[in-house]
């Protein structure tokens, strides 16, 4: 769960670490960075940053010492295989019948809770489930990453230097404010956390104690994990009791240019608008509308793929993670979980 102008990596690890090639083995001294500066040299420099901005020298000392960069991090980072797997391929692998099936069971087994999160927050409980079941496989791969040296490694090698050194400032804030002790403080090779995979800039500004126990613990305590997921949804203008789109049928000659493709500028029209412009149900029904309802259209696959009319809450599931991949997925499986 991330900030609307965070960069995002790739949040889908735990579907394709195995498309990930095997390691060069490189050292880290031969890798070259942006810093300038060999790795020890650098945590010199951040340590007394980190001092600077308030954090606590145990903290720091526990933290940082002994520290060394992680070759495995570097590689990753490099060979994201965005970009290489269809709209189609994906969502087969993230909305299908066995994560349908445990996204059911988990909604049961925690309707209480989840009652009591869309009663504080106003997100519907299968939204919650969907974006734990994507992002984790409900709790089942939250990443064995040491998140300190990640985030570490990353900060100095330098592609995204800035980003990164700001991260591990937040999460040694995490661990200095008692949220979570050093050595627990696991998650992505990116750094994301818990069972909702936050950046440690996403939990400093919008993770929550969702039982009232004085800490945020994201990994192993669900209700925190429920709230903060909602508090990020609400924050970034989730709109209750509204859908996240729907599937939709062009008409023939269609034009592609009423297609979003920069999701940050979508091309909006009213519900009606669209009705009018001839779109219908998949199987043919009239389009659903509601009044001054506005909407745009998005193509994951292209026009020769599913083409899906979207609403505001679309938009806020694309502030968690701005792929039309991930926001489609997760609508579509939160529609799944729902329908009983």
């Known amino acids: 769960m991330w900030q609307t102008m965070s960069f995002r990596p790739f949040s889908f690890l735990p579907l394709f670490v195995g498309l990930v090639m095997a390691l060069s083995g490189i050292s880290h001294t031969a890798h070259a960075?942006?810093?300038?500066?060999?790795?020890?040299?650098?945590?010199?420099?951040?340590?007394?940053?980190a001092r600077a901005q308030g954090i606590s020298e145990p903290t720091i000392s526990a933290a940082l010492s002994g520290l060394s960069p992680n070759d495995r991090v570097i590689e990753l980072d490099r060979r994201q295989p965005e970009g290489t797997m269809s709209f189609a391929t994906y969502r087969e692998r993230v909305v299908n019948q066995t994560r349908i099936n445990q996204g059911?069971?988990?909604?049961?087994?925690?309707?209480?809770?989840?009652?009591?999160?869309?009663?504080?927050?106003g997100v519907a409980p299968q939204y919650i489930v969907a974006l734990w079941g994507i992002e984790t496989n409900f709790g089942g791969n939250t990443g064995g990453f040491d998140v300190i040296r990640s985030l570490a490694t990353l900060a100095w090698e330098g592609r995204r230097a800035d980003f990164f050194r700001g991260e591990l400032l937040h999460a040694l804030r995490i661990i200095?404010?008692?949220?979570?002790?050093?050595?627990?403080?696991?998650?992505?090779?990116?750094?994301?956390?818990?069972?909702?995979q936050f950046m440690p800039s996403s939990f400093h500004n919008l993770a929550v104690d969702g039982d009232g126990d004085g800490k945020i613990d994201i990994w192993n305590n669900l209700s925190d994990a429920f709230a903060s997921a909602a508090n990020y949804l609400v924050r970034n203008g989730w709109t209750s009791g509204?859908?996240?789109g729907r599937e939709v049928r062009l008409p023939s000659g269609f034009s592609d240019t009423h297609i979003t493709t920069n999701t940050r500028e979508p091309k909006q029209k009213t519900l009606a608008e669209w009705r009018d412009m001839g779109l219908t149900m998949p199987g043919g029904s009239d389009l659903p509308v509601v009044d001054g309802m506005r909407a745009y259209l998005v193509a994951p696959d292209g026009v020769t793929g599913p083409v899906y009319l979207v609403y505001d809450n679309y938009t806020t599931i694309m502030r968690w993670n701005r792929s039309t991949y991930f926001a489609t997925s997760v609508g579509l499986l939160a529609d799944a979980i729902a329908r009983q």
């Not at 960075?33 to 940053?49: I, L």
């Not at 200095?176 to 909702?196: K, P, Y």
């Open 33 to 49: 960075t942006t810093t300038g500066q060999s790795f020890s040299q650098w945590m010199e420099s951040f340590s007394a940053e």
């Open 104 to 121: 059911r069971q988990m909604m049961a087994k925690h309707a209480d809770l989840l009652a009591r999160t869309e009663e504080r927050f």
């Open 176 to 196: 200095d404010q008692g949220h979570i002790d050093r050595d627990s403080m696991t998650g992505s090779w990116a750094g994301a956390l818990g069972q909702v």
């Open 242 to 244: 509204q859908r996240w």
